[in-house]
């Protein structure tokens, strides 16, 4: 199901980028006073046909999705002997040199123009990411042993705010690095609530983070009692069993 999903999620990308590459050419050609005969969808056999406008350009959808043609009144394919002289004056390699390069340049223009509009469209509206929320803390981690139990809401780090999973694990990524400890502020569910609302609860402090990837010799002790810091570091950055979606939104 995924598989059929995926494709046809990329034929209709596809096509969607060859139609607008497609109509960038037919546009300014006929802008320029070319003459298009026909505007194809796709390469290959033709499927379907039908003949619009004052030119009766054809339009056609052809069988295999993987491109597209618009094909002009060109003297190179077509004896122009048999034209009127209205249309040889319409056919392409007659006009200047400026308008020819407008109307090759115009498909990858429109692509262009069409990447703008995406990427300016999804930075409005946003895009779906895990909230900094933890699902599942395995006994054996430092996060258990500082008192994690799952369930808890990451509200701040070291007295930052946090709203997503990426910042979470990226500001843990940092404090790693600068072999810091981690206090975090975290909100948890009141189980006797059925609405479910969230409570703040005092900072809970993790040892330095340096040490969650540190594996001590028998002769070394360990900096904390009861706590193994040689664990991996599972339970709040490379986890990614977490609940809920926050929705990020560019700034203005």
């Known amino acids: 199901?995924?598989?059929?999903?995926?494709?046809?999620?990329?034929?209709?990308?596809?096509?969607?980028?060859?139609?607008?590459?497609?109509?960038?050419?037919?546009?300014?050609?006929?802008?320029?006073?070319?003459?298009?005969?026909?505007?194809?969808?796709?390469?290959?056999?033709?499927?379907?046909?039908?003949?619009?406008?004052?030119?009766?350009?054809?339009?056609?959808?052809?069988?295999?999705?993987?491109?597209?043609?618009?094909?002009?009144l060109d003297a190179r394919e077509q004896n122009l002997d048999e034209l009127s002289a209205h249309d040889r004056k319409r056919e392409f390699t007659s006009q200047n040199v400026w308008k020819r390069i407008a109307i090759v340049a115009a498909g990858p223009i429109s692509n262009f123009i069409l990447a703008i509009l995406l990427f300016a469209g999804l930075y409005v509206h946003g895009v779906p990411e895990p909230i900094a929320k933890i699902r599942i803390v395995p006994e054996q981690s430092v996060?258990?042993?500082?008192?994690?139990?799952?369930?808890?809401?990451?509200?701040?780090?070291?007295?930052?705010?946090?709203?997503l999973w990426s910042d979470l694990r990226w500001k843990m990524v940092q404090l790693a690095v600068e072999k810091s400890a981690a206090k975090l502020d975290i909100s948890r569910p009141d189980p006797l609530d059925p609405k479910g609302t969230l409570h703040r609860l005092r900072a809970?402090?993790?040892?330095?983070?340096?040490?969650?990837?540190?594996?001590?010799?028998?002769?070394?002790?360990?900096?904390?009692?009861?706590?193994?810091?040689?664990?991996?570091?599972?339970?709040?950055?490379?986890c990614r069993r977490c609940d809920g979606l926050a929705r990020r939104r560019s700034v203005r």
């Open 1 to 72: 199901m995924n598989l059929l999903q995926t494709l046809i999620a990329f034929i209709f990308a596809l096509g969607l980028l060859v139609i607008i590459h497609e109509m960038g050419h037919f546009l300014v050609a006929r802008l320029c006073g070319v003459k298009v005969l026909r505007f194809s969808v796709g390469m290959g056999k033709v499927v379907f046909s039908r003949r619009f406008g004052a030119d009766q350009t054809e339009w056609v959808i052809s069988a295999l999705p993987l491109g597209g043609y618009v094909k002009m």
């Open 143 to 163: 996060a258990y042993k500082a008192g994690l139990r799952g369930g808890e809401h990451v509200t701040a780090v070291n007295g930052e705010a946090i709203a």
């Open 204 to 238: 809970w402090s993790l040892p330095p983070t340096a040490s969650w990837w540190h594996h001590p010799s028998p002769k070394e002790p360990h900096s904390g009692a009861g706590v193994d810091e040689s664990r991996e570091l599972k339970a709040i950055i490379f």
